[in-house]
Every structure is written in structure tokens, then in C-alpha cells.
């Protein structure tokens, strides 16, 4: 079992930054990748960010220059900055563990222009 845990959503104007965190507890030992995923209403749920157990990257390309992903023992982070109204929606971290995915409840991200 893994537990995760999101914070550091808000409500920001456009052109600030957040930092968003995911909080793993449980079986870590067992976890390869990890990321985030985003979903703005009224659409499917899009990967933004992931980062392997070995520190490989990756991003969307809408992202990429603004946001980054790091991780360490049992914390992953999402760096955003340059924020832009399009990035509004709820932030999900996940974890792809050896037995299953497990995701966080989500943290909304709110971008005001």
C-alpha cells in the first residue's frame, strides 16, 4: 500500500509560480515512476510531468521550460512557474508502483489572467 499525499495548490495570477508537493508513505521502496497528471473541467485527465526512479525526466511540451519535476526520498515536487490561465485545473500526483498505480485526491491550481 502507498499512500500520496498533494499540497501547494492556489490560487495565483498569471505569471506567478507554485510549488506543488506529493507526499508518498507506505510501501516507497516499491515505487518506480512517478508524476503528475492535470485535469482542467470538462476535459480527460492529461499527463503533464513524470521522473523514474532515476531521475529521468519528461514533460508535455505546453510545459516544458516552466515547470520541474525533481523528487527525493519520499517527496516529489512540481515547480511551476510562468504560470498561464490555460494551466488551471486539478493537479494529480501518482505513483507507479510494482503492484498498481496509486493516485493522490488532487490539488486545485487556480490561474487568474
Known amino acids: 500500500q502507498v499512500q500520496l499525499v498533494e499540497s501547494g495548490g492556489g490560487l495565483v495570477q498569471a505569471g506567478g509560480s507554485l510549488r506543488l508537493s506529493c507526499a508518498a508513505s507506505?510501501?516507497?521502496?516499491?515505487?518506480?515512476?512517478m508524476g503528475w497528471y492535470r485535469q482542467a473541467p470538462g476535459k480527460q485527465r492529461d499527463l503533464v510531468a513524470s521522473i523514474t526512479s532515476g531521475g529521468r525526466t519528461n514533460y508535455v511540451d505546453s510545459v516544458k521550460g516552466r515547470f520541474t519535476i525533481s523528487r527525493d526520498k519520499n517527496t516529489m515536487y512540481l515547480q511551476m512557474i510562468s504560470l498561464k490561465p490555460e494551466d488551471t485545473a486539478v493537479y494529480y500526483c501518482y505513483a507507479d508502483h510494482s503492484t498498481r498505480v496509486y493516485w493522490g485526491q488532487g490539488t486545485q491550481v487556480t490561474v487568474s489572467s
Open positions: 507506505g510501501n516507497i521502496v516499491r515505487i518506480n515512476a
